[in-house]
Structure formats: C-alpha cells, structure tokens
C-alpha cells in the first residue's frame, strides 16, 4: 500500500432529518460502528504505512451516542492517540449540536489530533436555519466558534453554506454574507440550492430563488472568502510548517499542514510519506509554496 492518509468509516446515516438533506432516507438512522473496530482497522492501516487517518460520517462527532456505553468520540480520539505508527488523525464532518466541550478538548489534548474542524453552519439566518430545519441558532453556533478559537489556538476552521434556499430574501443572504466576514473561517464549501426528491424541502417548501440570483449570491461568497484567504494565508509567510507529504502532483511534493492547509515544493529527494518541516516562500488564497528544511 503506497497510500499516507487513509479514510475511516465510523457512523453511518444521520437522525437528522434537515429538509435539504436525502441522507436520513438513503442511508438509515444514525449507526456507529463499535469502538474497538475502528481501533483495530486503524492498527491494520497503520502496520500497511498509513500515518494519517480521517474519521468520517455525516455528523461524526454524533459517534457513539447511538450505542450506550461505547464512548464518543472523543473517546474514540484518545484510543486513537494510543496507535503506534498513526502520526495524525483528524474527522468530518461535523454537526454543531454534538461539538461537545470534550471533543474540543480532545483536539487540544491529543498531539495526533489535528488542529481543524469543520462545522457547517448552512445559514446565516435564524428564518432560514429554522426552514432548514437545523436545531441551532446562529449565536449558538458563533458561540461554539468561540469556544473552539479559546481553547484550540491557531485552530483551522472551515464550514459549509448553502445559498438561495427556499425563502432566502436578500436581508437573509445579506446576514450569511457578514458573519463569514466576521467569523473569517480558512476555507467555505459554498453550494447553490438545489432541490433534491424526496426530501422534505421538495414536499413542503417552494423553490423560489431564482437561479440567478443564487449564481450571483455563490459568486459574492465566494469573491469574499477568496478576500479572507488570501489574507490569512498570507500571514503565514516565511513560517515553517510540519507538512505529511502524501505524494507528487505536476513535479512537485504536495502535502498538508495540521490546519489542513495545502502545500507545495519542489525537492529531488523522495519525500513520499514523510513528515517534513517546509518555510513558507509564497502563499495564495487555495495553497502555499515553500521549501523542506530538514533532511
């Protein structure tokens, strides 16, 4: 196996029955899989030359609540912290209802626990997280992104939005807009509405947002969150970052940092595999540049 990063399946399916979302009716009720059963499938990995792994699930930090007594994740993490050869661990995607202050303790505990999270927030807007039928409020939710920033500095955070949803006026998308402006998040998954069959936004809500509307409302979050990492990425600059190179992309070594920031350079030593201190020589807003210093 040539792979360096590897991706683990941990709970499957969603109790979360958003109205954008067919997940619920696809894949199931929430199921997590057995504590020692990803423990040991990491072990496995581990002894084939993975040094990253990531947890994976709908709402990931949900793990464990299905089965009583099996621990969460955050247990899951510090078994995880315990398996040789495994350098890094990281998890997604998370709910902001299950961002527990142990989980957040977790990731600034643990050395192999990667300093990033992701937590979508889908809207900015109370009306319309109330239509998306997300059981959480935007002070709720910037009040979690405190907590995270307090107690995980330097942490990188990224989110998801969804824009044009069904009843989404301009005030609405005006207020998404300003607290990722606010809230500066190092990277945005941004989406357009779309209705998808089946859900319960196709049976109970019209999409009324015209399609154009919703290009342009996608275009200005995305020409602001470029604007956002252009200027967070730039500070660092001649900083030397722990990169894992995971392989080779147009000639160049490429690789990540615990923030989950892409990095590039250029070395005719096989760095495949290694953890490697890289200085920063150029940054953009989607990945950064630099040069090995160790051996």
């Known amino acids: 196996m040539n792979s360096i990063a590897a991706r683990i399946p941990i709970i499957q399916g969603c109790d979360y ?78 709910h902001p209802l299950h961002m527990s202050d142990k989980i957040i303790q977790a990731v600034a505990e643990l050395p192999k626990v990667c300093e990033h999270i992701n937590l979508p927030i889908q809207a900015g807007d109370d009306d319309v997280l109330a239509a998306m039928r997300r059981p959480y409020t935007t002070d709720d939710y910037l009040r979690i992104i405190d907590k995270i920033r307090t107690t995980v500095p330097g942490v990188g955070l990224s989110t998801d939005l969804i824009v044009g949803f069904c009843g989404e006026s ?17 990277k945005v998954h941004v989406a357009q509405y779309s209705t998808r069959e089946g859900t319960i936004a196709d049976r109970t809500l019209v999409d009324d947002v015209p399609q154009e509307e919703k290009k342009r409302r996608l275009m200005a979050v995305d020409a602001l969150q470029e604007q956002i990492s252009t200027g967070i990425n730039a500070q660092l600059l001649n900083q030397t970052m722990e990169v894992l190179v995971e392989g080779q992309d147009k000639g160049k070594w490429k690789g990540r940092t615990r923030t989950d920031k892409l990095v590039f350079f250029e070395d005719e030593r096989d760095f495949h595999g290694r953890m490697t201190q890289v200085k920063i020589t150029k940054t953009s807003p989607w990945s950064l540049q630099g040069m090995p210093v160790t051996d």
């Open 170 to 186: 301009d005030a609405a998308f005006r207020a998404s807009y300003d607290l990722l402006e606010a809230t500066r998040f190092d």
């Open 17 to 94: 029955f958003c109205s954008f979302c067919i997940i619920p009716y696809r894949r199931g009720r929430q199921a997590s899989r057995p504590l020692q059963d990803i423990l040991h499938e990491a072990e496995l990995l581990a002894a084939r030359g993975v040094r990253e792994v990531t947890l994976l699930g709908q709402t990931v930090d949900a793990y464990g609540l299905d089965i009583p007594g099996e621990g969460d994740l955050a247990d899951l993490l510090y078994g995880l912290q315990e398996v040789q050869g495994l350098d890094r661990i990281r998890f997604l995607t998370s």
